[in-house]
C-alpha cells in the first residue's frame, strides 16, 4: 500500500516534466475544408459509428466544430452532417498550424496517460472482459486508458491494436524515439538477456504485449498476477528493450 501511495504521488510530478503542454485547441476550427484522401464519414465521433458513406478526395466541406482533438463535426456539399477524422493526410483544413497540432496531441497524451495511472495496482486478468475496469490485461489497459483519456476506442487485443498504429503510418522500432502516450509493442519474452534474443527478426514476430510510453525510459502497463497489476517499468537494459518490436502513436 505505501509503494503504491509513493507512486501515485510521484507520478503527477513526472508527467509534469515529461510533457509540455500547450492550450488546448480542441474547440475551434476553420469553416472550409478539402479531404485530401477518401475517408470515413460517420454518424457519431467514433470508430465504431455507422458509416454514412466515403468522402472524396477533392471535396470541399464546412467544419461545424472541433470535437475533440481526433474529430471534426463537419457539413458536407449535400447539406448532411457528420463526423470525420482530423487527421491531417485526409483533411486539409485552412490555417491550422503544426504548432496548434502538437501542443494538442501533447495535450490528449498527457490526459491519456493521467487516465492511465489511475489504474495503478488494479489487478491482472488474462482475457479481462472489456465492459469494467475491476481487472486488466495488457490490450484491456491500454484500450481502458485511451477511452477514458482521450475518446478513442481502439481495438480489443494487442495484435489488432499494432495494425490500427501501423495504418497511421508513422511507426519506430527504436523505444528511444517514442513520444509520451506512444504505445509500445513487444514479441514473446525469451529470457531476461539481450542475446537471447539476437538473430531474431522482430518484425516477423507475433505482439504478445504492449503498453503506454510514459517518456523517460518508463512504461505504463499490466502483465501478470504476480507482477502486482497496473505498474511502470523501467525499459533500458531489461528484457522489455530487446523484445520492443515497434511503437507509434494514435494522437495523429
Not at 58 to 74: A, C, D, M, Q, S
Not at 175 to 199: E, H, Q, T, V
Amino acid at each position: 500500500m505505501k509503494k503504491k501511495l509513493a507512486m501515485a504521488l510521484l507520478v503527477p510530478t513526472f508527467i509534469a516534466g515529461t510533457i509540455s503542454l500547450g492550450q488546448d485547441s480542441a474547440s475551434a476550427a476553420k469553416d472550409d475544408a478539402v479531404i485530401v484522401k477518401s475517408v470515413n464519414f460517420r454518424d457519431k465521433p467514433s470508430l465504431s459509428s455507422e458509416r454514412i458513406r466515403y468522402l472524396q478526395a477533392g471535396e470541399h466541406v464546412n467544419i461545424l466544430e472541433r470535437v475533440n482533438p481526433y474529430w471534426y463535426k463537419i457539413k458536407d456539399g449535400q447539406g448532411q452532417t457528420g463526423y470525420v477524422t482530423t487527421q491531417s493526410r485526409y483533411i486539409s483544413v485552412g490555417g491550422a498550424s503544426s504548432g496548434e497540432t502538437a501542443q494538442t496531441a501533447a495535450g490528449t497524451a498527457k490526459n491519456v496517460i493521467e487516465a492511465g495511472i489511475k489504474y495503478l495496482g488494479t489487478p491482472y486478468e488474462f482475457g479481462s472482459s472489456r465492459s469494467n475496469t475491476r481487472t486488466f490485461d495488457c490490450s484491456d489497459f491500454v484500450r481502458q486508458a485511451f477511452k477514458d483519456g482521450a475518446g478513442i476506442i481502439l481495438p480489443g487485443n494487442s495484435r489488432t491494436q499494432a495494425e490500427y498504429v501501423k495504418k497511421i503510418g508513422k511507426t519506430t522500432t527504436n523505444w528511444r524515439d517514442l513520444k509520451p502516450g506512444d504505445i509500445m509493442f513487444f514479441m514473446s519474452y525469451k529470457g531476461s538477456k539481450s542475446s537471447n534474443y539476437s538473430g531474431i527478426d522482430k518484425s516477423a514476430q507475433r505482439i504478445t504485449h504492449n503498453g503506454i510510453y510514459l517518456g523517460n525510459g518508463k512504461i505504463l502497463h499490466t502483465y501478470s498476477v504476480k507482477s502486482g497489476g497496473v505498474r511502470i517499468d523501467s525499459i533500458e537494459g531489461k528484457h522489455w528493450e530487446y523484445r520492443f518490436v515497434f511503437g507509434g502513436s494514435v494522437l495523429k
